[in-house]
T-cell receptor, first 111, second 113 residues
Framework: DQQVKQNSPSLSVQEGRISILNCDYT??????FLWYKKYPAEGPTFLIS?????DKNEDGRFTVFLNKSAKHLSLHIVPSQPGDSAVYFCAASKDTDKLIFGTGTRLQVFP | KAGVTQTPRYLIKTRGQQVTLSCSPI?????VSWYQQTPGQGLQFLFEYFSETQRNKGNFPGRFSGRQFSNSRSEMNVSTLELGDSALYLC????????????FGSGTRLTVV
């Protein structure tokens, strides 16, 4: 049972435009959500997180939105840069327990 | 400061053998968690250690075990290796228990032949 889903395996965006990565979850007990960026043969790098008491969190070019009623979160990257090309994972946690990861979305930013 | 160090980076083992992977956390971090990444199952939680005690365990068979030493370094062991154990094994460390402030290492790529 995949509790965290990223339905788009890949996304291609032009440099300077907005990248929107989506994530859905099924467990309403999740209270902490994170986004990670990952390059091949490297560990995930933390990007941004959001607690379930908020609906938005911003950090520079990265903004995460949480819609609890829809059990949906999204990551917006504005403006997108070629260096953003990587695989992005969303992850969820209950009581800051273990992370449940989505399957990842490969983002390619082209010039 | 130094990041999370995992050794070795690459490993090739034969079915039926056992393997031990090592993770040195960031200085001052007392929690170490292990994850397995495979193409089919994605990233899955194996276990978490905090102050030398296993705090949490994922849904993996008993062939997967771990431990943590007094200096917070952790090892995980897989016995009787199977082809399906081929994966990237990642560890993450944090100051306290749980996922807040996780920093991941670069992982150990295990190939079972």
């Amino acid at each position: 049972d995949q509790q965290v889903k990223q339905n788009s395996p890949s996304l291609s965006v032009q440099e300077g435009r907005i990248s929107i990565l989506n994530c859905d979850y099924t467990n309403s007990m999740f209270d902490y959500f994170l986004w990670y960026k990952k390059y091949p043969a490297e560990g995930p790098t933390f990007l941004i997180s959001i607690s379930s008491i908020k609906d938005k969190n911003e950090d520079g070019r990265f903004t995460v939105f949480l819609n609890k009623s829809a059990k949906h979160l999204s990551l917006h990257i504005v403006p997108s840069q070629p260096g953003d090309s990587a695989v992005y994972f969303c992850a969820a946690s209950k009581d800051t327990d273990k992370l449940i990861f989505g399957t990842g979305t490969r983002l390619q930013v082209f010039p | 400061k130094a990041g999370v160090t995992q050794t070795p980076r690459y490993l090739i083992k034969t079915r039926g053998q056992q393997v031990t992977l090592s993770c040195s956390p960031i200085s001052g971090h007392r929690s170490v968690s292990w994850y397995q990444q495979t193409p089919g199952q994605g990233l899955q939680f194996l276990f978490e250690y905090f102050s030398e005690t296993q705090r949490n365990k994922g849904n993996f068979p008993g062939r997967f075990s771990g431990r943590q030493f007094s200096n917070s370094r952790s090892e995980m062991n897989v016995s009787t290796l199977e082809l399906g154990d081929s994966a990237l094994y990642l560890c993450a460390s944090s100051v306290g228990q749980g996922v807040r402030g996780y920093t991941f290492g670069s992982g150990t790529r295990l190939t079972v032949v």
